[in-house]
């Protein structure tokens, strides 16, 4: 099984609790346990009419991700996702009470599919709104659960959001991980860094939909990423 690349992406975080469409949002990318707090991805989210744009790029200027998300009365209309460092896209179109999936890999023919579209599933770049809109229970209880349609492996996983007791008045670390077990094997915990009271994503660490090469391969980027709301 492919390594399911949990998004600890801010995309898919947005760092508003309220999801204002005109955020601007700008991020840094470390290396997971690199000391030298090196930028190796910056990212920028940028506003539009009806939706809003995602880019993730190295130092020197180049996109590795490109992600554009289209709304309408609040919700999914559409979305498309180009991963240039390994070659893939696909979109995801909402069409009533469902969504349809293509994704293409390099040499390969396009994946396609089809979900049932709720109030229980979600897609990457929206994942932090639901996760707000079920804030209450995640407070009182502790944990919420809900479905992510994760483009890259076509299908759509189960996944749990669980507070962390040593989370300090201000701050809450949440664990966000795959419900089941075994694809918990395959799809390491991200940890969030949530600031309570303005509900917004500050920081994550885990997995990122990045990439970098080792050798002559690309394998996914574990990194610490950090958050802040641009003036620009």
């Not at 469902?98 to 929206?126: A, C, M």
């Not at 201000?170 to 991980?177: T, Y």
């Not at 860094?193 to 574990?222: C, D, H, Q």
């Amino acid at each position: 099984m492919k390594t399911a690349q949990l998004l600890l992406i801010p995309s898919l975080l947005s760092p508003c609790i309220t999801f204002a469409q005109t955020l601007t949002i700008d991020g840094k990318f470390y290396a997971l346990g690199d000391s030298s707090k090196k930028v190796r991805f910056f990212y920028k989210r940028r506003p539009a009419s009806d939706g809003f744009t995602s880019k993730f790029t190295t130092p020197d200027g180049q996109i590795a991700v490109k992600e554009r998300v289209w709304l309408k009365n609040g919700d999914l209309s559409r979305y498309e996702i180009e991963q240039f460092q390994v070659n893939e896209k696909g979109w995801i179109e909402r069409k009533k009470d469902h969504v349809l999936l293509n994704y293409s890999k390099q040499g390969e023919k396009p994946d396609e599919d089809r979900f049932e579209w709720n109030n229980d599933i979600t897609i990457p770049p929206l994942m932090f709104r639901k996760l707000v809109s079920r804030w209450e229970d995640l407070e009182k209880k502790g944990k919420v659960n809900f479905r992510v349609i994760i483009p890259h492996m076509s299908d759509s996983f189960q996944f749990k959001f669980k507070s962390l007791d040593n989370s300090t008045a201000d701050l809450l670390r949440v664990k966000f991980s795959p419900s089941s077990f075994i694809l918990s094997i395959f799809a390491p915990s991200v940890y969030f860094e949530i600031n309570r009271k303005l509900r917004r994503l500050v920081a994550a660490e885990g997995m990122t939909l990045l990439y970098e090469r080792k050798g002559t391969s690309w394998t996914p980027f574990k990194a610490r990423s950090e958050f802040i709301l641009s003036s620009e």
